[in-house]
């Protein structure tokens, strides 16, 4: 079984392992910086921080049978501020004709653009490779439990929720997009900008252009790269727009990754969640069951725990046929009787 919970300081190792997975740039290979996020997270989880919009907080996902974290996602509170702006390509279309030669042409156009008031946004999901296809869904489970969390603590986060996604990349790890703008106008590797990013954005307004870019310039590797994603990327775009996230003509300036968009109360799981008693007794035979997760309506400050079951809601109830409720009573510190929450997927 798999328990999704909050980070923790004993956690620092498998972010490492975590952050030296080839192709991931969610979580930077620095022992410092790491453990610098996981104390943010505890934080955040606490509601310590004196503005919450400064809450980042990470999930992991920890196989129970072996004591292994399997797996982390993130919801940073708010992306884009006065301090570190939220910068992407805004993409457009330029229509040129002449009446003396009777030809015309549509051009594509990137413009750079920044928001100060930013949304909430999710992101940093690593799924450890050697399960990343297992039967139990791993990757679907640190997923969505942003979104429960989300559900459960509105007034943590913006009502705008943001998705950043990875582009493809070429066969030597680089950015199309970078190589032909970027590096162009910084003179720096994909990896160092984005990492630079991570502490100071100050060289994105100095250094990039500000008028418009025509992407007829570009190669077409890089133009064909803009607002796609990369194969592995492609079954969470799938699910985001499953489940209420939009494509709003917008990528990042670095890659051309897309940037989705979502109303936090508009998320199919979010208006999915039901509140009810736990209950022993299972569903009979042929009850429509929902997949989804399962977590307690109350929980200690500072702590975050839930596993993904079969569940049916009704008549106030919640009743479990996958797993069994002396598996869910112990990976959660259940009671019969106690009131949980129950979040199905779609």
Not at 51 to 64: C, P, R, W
Not at 201 to 216: C, R, V
Not at 286 to 311: D, M, N, Y
Request: aromatic fraction near 10%; hydrophobic fraction near 40%.
């Amino acid at each position: 079984m798999i328990l999704l919970r909050e980070i923790q300081e004993q956690d620092l190792e498998a972010l490492e392992r975590f952050s030296q997975i080839p192709g991931f740039i969610n979580l930077p290979n620095d022992r410092e910086q790491l453990k610098e996020r996981i104390g943010r997270a505890v934080a955040s989880f606490r509601d310590e921080l004196s503005n919450k919009m400064d809450g980042k907080y990470l999930f992991v996902a920890e196989d129970l049978n072996t004591r292994r974290v399997v797996g982390t996602s993130m919801i940073a509170a708010q992306h884009g501020t006065v301090d570190s702006p939220h910068f992407y390509f805004e993409i457009d279309s330029e229509e040129k004709f002449s009446d003396t030669i009777n030809t015309g042409f549509i051009h594509g156009t990137l413009k750079l653009k920044y928001d100060t008031n930013g949304p909430s946004e999710i992101g940093g999901l690593v799924i450890d490779p050697e399960i990343r296809n297992s039967d139990e869904r791993v990757g679907r489970q640190i997923s969505f439990v942003r979104f429960l969390f989300l559900g459960l603590n509105r007034s943590r986060f913006k009502r705008k929720i943001l998705a950043e996604l990875l582009p493809p990349l070429n066969k030597k790890g680089q950015s199309p997009l970078w190589e032909a703008v970027g590096r162009r106008f910084t003179n720096m590797d994909y990896w160092e900008a984005d990492q630079l990013c991570q502490k100071n954005k100050e060289f994105i307004f100095s250094l990039f252009p500000s008028g418009k870019i025509y992407t007829t310039f570009l190669p077409a590797e890089s133009r064909n790269a803009i607002g796609k994603v990369g194969k592995d990327t492609e079954p969470v775009l799938h699910m985001l727009k499953k489940i209420g996230f939009e494509y709003k003509n917008q990528v990042d300036p670095f890659d051309g990754g897309p940037h989705l968009w979502a109303g936090v109360d508009d998320l199919l799981p979010v208006k999915k969640i039901v509140n009810g008693a736990f209950d022993a007794t299972a569903p009979g035979s042929g009850a429509s069951v929902e997949v989804g997760l399962l977590s307690k309506a109350s929980q200690r400050p500072g702590t975050f725990r839930a596993i993904a079951v079969q569940a049916l809601a009704k008549d106030g109830k919640i009743m479990l046929a996958r797993p069994t409720t002396v598996d869910a009573q112990k990976a959660l510190g259940l009671e019969v009787g106690e009131p949980v929450v129950f979040m199905p997927y779609y």
